[in-house]
């Protein structure tokens, strides 16, 4: 805990519900005004793209919008964000965008505004290469000596590194023994590019050795024998951390300087640029950004170091010279120049705080509680259980609410004191969730100091979203579930519950649930076979009282001590009507991007109108608005229902989402007891057919889902094992977006049922042993198609 805190200067919130890392913060002069003065361009995972000039605001009605120059929605998500000399015979600074399948170069440019309200500024694509690997980081430098210009360096998740120069591709080459990515940097003075590999050593690679070095494109293993005229691949020189790091910084603010700096989860260590080790620091907490700079003190740099505290640390090398306090945990930080003040430091978090602060002394007062260890009375806590117990079977008595109030009592062992939770459960709409179930984590401080976290999952009763009523004459949906026990009393297995007491039947052979959608939803029990059916009108709302009933059938089962028990399901699977809830969701998403559109264009025709209108007002002769107030006033309108609208679809496309989780859990419960899955075999179904807890408008289900199937059925689904093999070299895809229909993943739906049927074999440790045919070594260079 510092006693000063970061003094701010200037800062916005970006958007809503976004995400961010440390690539997606840069800052230079990006618009080559020529002044000197800094810009602040920030990218977010959800493809937002920002850019602001800070300044301090001389009026209350300042703020982040007049800082702001650009916003632009890009399609794809923006991994890191760059600026250089990335376009041939130019000395103008442009913007290098990195996306997990693309690489964008844009150019920045201001036009002086007609009226009062300031400059306009436009992104312009000069050129983009799309990649056929899915890409992790980037660096750029002068590589191979070359001046006037910048090249680039692309890392991809599967160990290759791509070269491009300005608007043509030049080369691509695996790492030896590559597992997981790392962080990627270049050090000019050497012409070398640095790694961190998953042995956690820094590895050192010449421009010169991996230009010579053995085509990517020849071979996919790079332990496989050279088959070209190239030379095998190995680093200059190798250092050992021992850790894993988390960012590289080659400091080229000073010619001697010659030091390399990298950030590792428990360290920061410093080299000499031939790997030999300077310094190093051992670090009391866990950091989360840093940033090398100049010092004024000859010999030394200072670095700007974040942690997981809210903390922003000052090291003159090893010294700690200053510790501000921050409002949140940042992952990227910055200095730069800005019109008014100098030297500012730009700090951005996970979740869209971006900060431009200095060193202050405002002080923090902090004032550390007194720790309670009295000792404990065991029989006030048996007291208290007994109390809470009470509470218990009075809410279990009361449970035909809509609203649950629960007490949860947390004994900390060790401690010896209780504590009472109240929280309550209520339903996030008209509709049945999908899931009954919760996560409980209790964060608690031992007498010592110690810090100490309990996890517990409960399971919310289902009385909670139905109630017993009279079991309906007709119904549309029917599921059979077969046991190899005699059939047993229904109010014998919801005993103690008041769907058994107010049920109709005395022969305990049908039960009948009203869910609060207004859905009803009746279990019969068969007189003579060992079967149960499931019957109701909605598809997906039987999903809980199934899962609920064959959740009590084990425990039934269990009490009276038969340890065979078995249940299975006789098909056939009933895949048309699931197909409606993915039919239904699909036309929701289409609707959605629909409305998205419709108001982006009535909202440029706004601003539009809103120019001219300003335009002829600020003229001091004033020409006839010739309808432009009219026509203005019907735009108006036509945005206002298309929002309302757009906010009505989307409240039901919540809806439909939530039901198609609940119509894909009981998809995949069917399955699972039809073929007798066991339970990492259903979890990998229900991770193929659930990527997603939730819709976004950049990754929606369909994609997800089908991306997810395909993957089984090319790999332990294949009935062809060159399948396996081909799917396996070939790592990447194409980006994923909306599809234009259903009918591919209905189809791969449908096929995944037929293989699991006849006997596929669900597993994820298979695809390590299937060997890569001669055939598929060679994939093609970047740019183009895998044919």
């Given at each position: 805990m510092s006693l000063f805190k970061a003094r701010d200067w200037w800062s916005a919130t970006l958007g809503e519900g976004e995400e961010f890392d440390q690539g997606c913060l840069c800052v230079g002069d990006v618009d080559n005004s020529g002044t000197g003065h800094d810009k602040v361009?920030?990218?977010?995972?959800?493809?937002?793209?920002?850019?602001?000039?800070?300044?301090?605001?001389?009026?209350?009605?300042?703020?982040?919008?007049?800082?702001?120059?650009?916003?632009?929605?890009?399609?794809?998500?923006?991994?890191?964000?760059?600026?250089?000399?990335?376009?041939?015979?130019?000395?103008l600074l442009h913007l290098a965008v990195l996306h997990p399948r693309k690489l964008s170069v844009y150019s920045v440019s201001g036009t002086a505004g007609n009226v009062e309200h300031g400059d306009q500024y436009q992104l312009k694509l000069v050129y983009e290469h799309n990649l056929q690997r899915t890409a992790c980081n980037m660096t750029y430098g002068t590589f191979g000596g070359v001046t006037g210009h910048h090249s680039l360096c692309i890392q991809s998740m599967d160990g290759m590194l791509m070269f491009f120069e300005q608007d043509s591709y030049s080369f691509g080459r695996f790492l030896p023994g590559f597992l997981l990515p790392g962080p990627l940097t270049y050090n000019p003075r050497t012409d070398s590019f640095l790694t961190v590999s998953s042995a956690r050593e820094l590895e050192s690679y010449k421009y010169e050795t991996l230009a010579v070095a053995t085509e990517a494109e020849s071979r996919q293993d790079p332990n496989l024998p050279l088959k070209t005229g190239g030379k095998r691949l190995t680093p200059d020189w190798v250092f050992v951390l021992g850790e894993q790091a988390l960012d590289l910084c080659v400091p080229s603010f000073s010619h001697a300087s010659s030091h390399i700096f990298i950030l590792g989860e428990r360290n920061i260590y410093c080299l000499r640029d031939n790997g030999q080790i300077h310094f190093m620091k051992k670090l009391e907490f866990n950091p989360s950004c840093f940033l090398p700079y100049a010092s004024v003190t000859d010999g030394t740099t200072n670095l700007l170091l974040g942690n997981h505290t809210n903390m922003l640390l000052v090291y003159q090398d090893v010294t700690l010279k200053w510790a501000s306090q921050l409002s949140f945990i940042p992952v990227a930080v910055r200095v730069a120049n800005f019109l008014d003040v100098k030297g500012v430091v730009v700090s951005l978090s996970s979740d869209g705080h971006l900060l431009c602060s200095y060193m202050g002394t405002d002080p923090s007062f902090f004032s550390t509680p007194k720790v309670d260890a009295r000792e404990a009375d065991y029989e006030q806590v048996e007291a208290e259980m007994k109390k809470l117990q009470k509470f218990i079977r009075e809410a279990t008595r009361t449970q035909g609410r809509r609203l649950l109030e629960r007490r949860v009592c947390a004994l900390l062992s060790g401690v010896g004191s209780s504590k009472v939770v109240v929280f309550s459960a209520f339903l996030n709409g008209h509709y049945p969730p999908a899931d009954l179930t919760g996560d409980i984590t209790v964060s608690y401080s031992s007498p010592t100091g110690v810090p100490k976290v309990l996890q517990s999952r409960f399971n919310l009763p289902l009385s909670l979203v139905c109630v017993a009523c009279p079991p309906p004459k007709a119904t549309k949906f029917k599921i059979t579930v077969d046991t190899n026990q005699p059939p047993v009393d229904l109010s014998s297995i919801f005993r103690g519950n008041k769907f058994s007491a107010k049920s109709e039947d005395k022969d305990g052979n049908s039960l009948a649930f009203q869910l609060l959608s207004g859905a009803r939803v009746t279990v019969l029990a068969s007189k003579t076979s060992q079967r149960y059916r499931i019957q109701s009108d909605s598809f997906e709302d039987m999903w809980l009282v199934v899962k609920e009933l064959v959740h009590r059938f084990d425990q039934h089962f269990s009490k009276v001590g038969i340890k065979d028990f078995k249940k299975s399901f006789s098909g056939p699977l009933p895949l048309e009507e699931y197909f409606l809830s993915v039919d239904n969701h699909f036309q929701l998403r289409i609707s959605a991007?629909?409305?998205?559109?419709?108001?982006?264009?009535?909202?440029?025709?706004?601003?539009?109108?809103?120019?001219?209108?300003?335009?002829?007002?600020?003229?001091?002769?004033?020409?006839?608005?010739?309808?432009?107030?009219?026509?203005?006033?019907?735009?108006?309108?036509?945005?206002?229902?298309?929002?309302?609208?757009?906010?009505?679809?989307?409240?039901?496309?919540?809806?439909?989402?939530?039901?198609?989780?609940?119509?894909?859990?009981?998809?995949?419960?069917?399955?699972?007891?039809?073929?007798?899955?066991?339970?990492?075999?259903?979890?990998?179904?229900?991770?193929?057919?659930?990527?997603?807890?939730?819709?976004?408008?950049?990754?929606?289900?369909?994609?997800?889902?089908?991306?997810?199937?395909?993957?089984?059925?090319?790999?332990?689904?294949?009935?062809?094992?060159?399948?396996?093999?081909?799917?396996?070299?070939?790592?990447?895809?194409?980006?994923?977006?909306?599809?234009?229909?259903?009918?591919?993943?209905?189809k791969h739906i449908t096929l995944l049922c037929e293989r699991i049927g006849k006997g596929g074999r669900l597993t994820l440790a298979s695809e390590a042993n299937v060997q890569v045919p001669a055939q598929v070594q060679n994939l093609a260079v970047p740019g183009e198609s895998l044919v």
């Open positions: 361009v920030v990218g977010s995972y959800m493809g937002m793209l920002r850019i602001f000039s800070p300044h301090a605001s001389k009026t209350s009605e300042g703020g982040p919008a007049d800082a702001q120059l650009l916003e632009v929605q890009l399609q794809n998500a923006i991994i890191q964000v760059e600026l250089g000399k990335f376009v041939s015979c130019s000395e991007q629909k409305y998205q559109d419709l108001l982006s264009e009535r909202a440029v025709q706004f601003r539009a109108i809103q120019r001219r209108l300003l335009t002829r007002f600020k003229d001091k002769t004033p020409a006839p608005l010739q309808n432009l107030d009219t026509l203005m006033d019907a735009t108006y309108s036509q945005v206002m229902a298309l929002a309302e609208a757009a906010e009505e679809n989307r409240a039901l496309l919540e809806e439909a989402f939530v039901r198609l989780r609940s119509a894909t859990h009981l998809l995949v419960l069917l399955l699972s007891l039809w073929q007798g899955l066991t339970p990492d075999q259903t979890s990998i179904l229900e991770a193929t057919l659930l990527p997603l807890l939730q819709d976004t408008p950049q990754l929606g289900w369909e994609e997800s889902c089908d991306a997810a199937v395909s993957h089984l059925l090319r790999t332990c689904l294949s009935q062809n094992p060159k399948d396996q093999a081909t799917s396996l070299a070939q790592t990447g895809g194409s980006v994923l977006g909306l599809p234009s229909d259903t009918a591919r993943l209905k």
